[in-house]
């Protein structure tokens, strides 16, 4: 079974803070990772993509893959209450020309003004 | 531009009742998904259209959900009869070329649930 698993949560920091969201994948051919934030009854929005190792930066967030570990993880600078939500950690793979997604359970965030 | 939108965003059937879910995709996506998320679980995948061709069906649960994409436009998801465990958020998303790098952009969801 392919999975995906998140830090069950919930997480909650102070507004200011570092937001860190972690994900492990177990099918090791998984190729690319994703980061969506998802609003209580709307859409999942991506907010970060991140395909090879190391670290990928964009604003306030950073996305991490460590493909040895298995690992993927995301760090939220400088945490404001609008960052208040669901994260859900998704990863695929090109098996079968198909790019479906794998997603985690999701983490709950509060930041806490 | 339009994101992808779902019709209706809430449904509420009885078992043994049919219900058909509508998306529509982003304009010019070839790549048109569905997801669902039943309640305490993770988002998983359903099927997988290209165009008017399904890629992709392995995730339907039986052989009650019929999906459907006639015209490479919108699609159409049906539940016929609906059992309780169908209740759930179904999700849409569409893609451009459906590769490595693409990005999936998702609708609301469609909330079903089935008493």
């Known amino acids: 079974q392919k999975e995906v698993e998140q830090n069950s949560g919930p997480l909650s920091v102070p507004e200011g803070a570092i937001a860190s969201l972690n994900c492990t994948y177990s099918?090791?051919?998984?190729?690319?990772f994703f980061w969506y934030r998802q609003y209580s009854g709307k859409s999942p929005e991506l907010i970060m993509s991140?395909?090879?190792?190391g670290d990928k930066e964009d604003g306030r967030f950073t996305a991490q893959l460590n493909k040895a570990s298995q690992y993927v993880s995301l760090l939220i600078r400088d945490s404001q209450p609008s960052d208040s939500a669901t994260y859900l950690c998704?990863?695929?793979?090109?098996?079968?020309?198909?790019?479906?997604?794998?997603f985690g359970k999701g983490t709950l965030l509060t930041v806490n003004p | 531009e339009a994101g992808v939108t779902q019709f209706p965003s809430h449904s509420v059937i009885e078992k043994g009742q049919t219900v058909t879910l509508r998306c529509d995709p982003i304009?010019?996506?070839?790549?048109l998904y569905w997801y669902r998320r039943v309640m305490g679980k993770e988002i998983k995948f359903l099927l997988h259209?290209?165009?008017?061709?399904?890629?992709?069906e392995s995730g339907m649960p039986n052989n009650r959900f019929l999906a459907e994409r006639t015209g490479g436009t919108y699609s159409t998801l049906k539940v016929q009869p609906a059992e309780l465990e169908d209740s759930g958020v179904y999700f849409c998303?569409?893609?451009?070329?459906?590769?490595?790098?693409?990005?999936?952009?998702f609708g609301p969801g469609t909330r079903l649930t089935v008493l």
């Open positions: 998303a569409s893609s451009l070329t459906g590769g490595l790098t693409d990005t999936q952009y």
């Open positions: 099918d090791r051919v998984s190729q690319s």
């Open positions: 991140i395909y090879s190792n």
């Open positions: 998704a990863a695929s793979n090109s098996g079968g020309s198909n790019y479906k997604l794998t």
């Open positions: 304009s010019g996506h070839d790549n």
């Open positions: 259209f290209v165009k008017e061709s399904k890629q992709d």
